[in-house]
Structures are given as structure tokens and as C-alpha cells.
């Protein structure tokens, strides 16, 4: 038989998906920040989001990885970004760089809608599933990191080190920013705090 789907057609159904699992998202974070995480279910997310509750079960297991389907979503996208980087770059420069280039992309955060988030995500019914999910990036930085060093970090201790600095460094001066209000961009401040950080890896 022959496949007569295009791959244009593909390409739109993977767009659709994108859109669903994204909205699921969106609708997850604003019933959490309206109502609290622990008063949202699986099926009120559908519902926000206009779809039916298998649906939502296609594309997420429970609340939790709607919540968090942005933090990870980002930081694959960065962790994409470190792999195109230059194979002679440093795994800091190359970290850094990419870094530099995806938050320039996303132009300027708004802080309201990053201070909303901030609080849902600050839960204590959140917590075990923060961590697993901040976990489970640290690891993909990680072995990306670890690809740049090869022999040279046999236990994987250093990419780990490094990969764990770098994203400290990225949660603290969101967190300072947030909350201090200053009058530089996001990218400002933690691009300094990197600097600083990254002596001891360059």
C-alpha cells in the first residue's frame, strides 16, 4: 500500500498537538493560581482547555506534568541549543552561549505572569513533583555536558557539578528578580551571575 500522507500533513499534525498539549498547560497553571493546585483536577483542566478527559490523559499522565510542561518543555529547548553549540566550546561557553541565545529569543519576561507561576509552582502539593521534574533536567543537561568532556569525566562528576551550577544559577536570579524588581532584564542579571559562577569552569 502506498502512504499517500504528505509530510506537510504531518507537520500539521504535529503542530495540533503542540497547540493541545500547550493549552492543556495554560489551562493547568491558570485553575491552579485561580483556585490553588490541590482544588484542580484532571477533569476541570479538559474542560478549561475544551477537550475530553482522555484527551488530556493522551498527553499527560496527571495534573502535575500539565504544571510542569512548560519548565521542562524550556529547558529542552535550551539543552537543544547546547548541542548546536561548537564542539571546541567549553561545556560552560557552550552552556552560557546557548543560554544567551534562548532567552534573547524569548525577548522580555513579563514578572506578574512569572510571579504567578512562581507561586503555583511554590506549592507544597507540588513539591515531590518540582523536584522529580528539576531532577530529571538536570540529568538531560547533564549528559549533554558530559558528551563535551568524555574521557576527561569518567564518574560523570563534573558534568553533573557543572550542569547543577548552571541551572542554580538560573533559578536564583529568577528567584532575585522576581522579587527585587531591579531595573535590568532577566537575562541581564543572570548572565552576570553566570559569569561569576563559571570561573571555576572555564
Not at 548546536?84 to 514578572?111: N, Q, V
Amino acid at each position: 500500500m502506498t502512504d499517500t500522507t504528505s509530510e506537510p500533513e504531518l507537520g500539521l499534525r504535529e503542530r495540533k498537538k503542540a497547540a493541545t498539549r500547550q493549552a492543556l498547560h495554560e489551562a493547568a497553571l491558570r485553575l491552579a493560581f485561580e483556585h490553588g493546585p490541590e482544588r484542580v483536577t484532571v477533569e476541570a483542566i479538559a474542560d478549561e482547555a475544551g477537550v475530553s478527559r482522555r484527551t488530556f490523559s493522551n498527553y499527560f499522565a496527571n495534573k502535575e506534568e500539565a504544571l510542569f510542561y512548560g519548565d521542562l518543555q524550556r529547558m529542552r529547548q535550551l539543552a537543544g541549543l547546547v548541542r548546536e553549540r561548537p564542539a571546541s566550546e567549553s561545556p560552560w561557553a557552550a552552556l552560557c552561549a546557548a543560554a544567551e541565545r534562548f532567552y534573547r529569543g524569548l525577548g522580555d519576561l513579563d514578572p506578574e505572569w512569572m510571579s504567578r507561576n512562581r507561586m503555583v509552582r511554590r506549592h507544597p502539593s507540588l513539591a515531590a513533583a518540582q523536584v522529580q521534574t528539576f531532577a530529571a533536567l538536570e540529568r538531560e543537561m547533564a549528559a549533554e555536558v558530559a558528551l563535551r568532556l568524555g574521557p576527561a569525566d569518567p564518574l560523570g562528576l563534573r558534568s553533573q557539578l557543572i550542569a547543577g551550577t548552571f541551572l542554580a544559577v538560573l533559578r536564583i536570579s529568577l528567584t532575585v528578580w522576581l522579587e527585587r524588581r531591579p531595573e535590568v532584564g532577566y537575562w541581564d542579571l543572570a548572565s552576570e551571575a553566570l559569569v561569576e559562577a563559571g570561573r571555576g569552569f572555564a
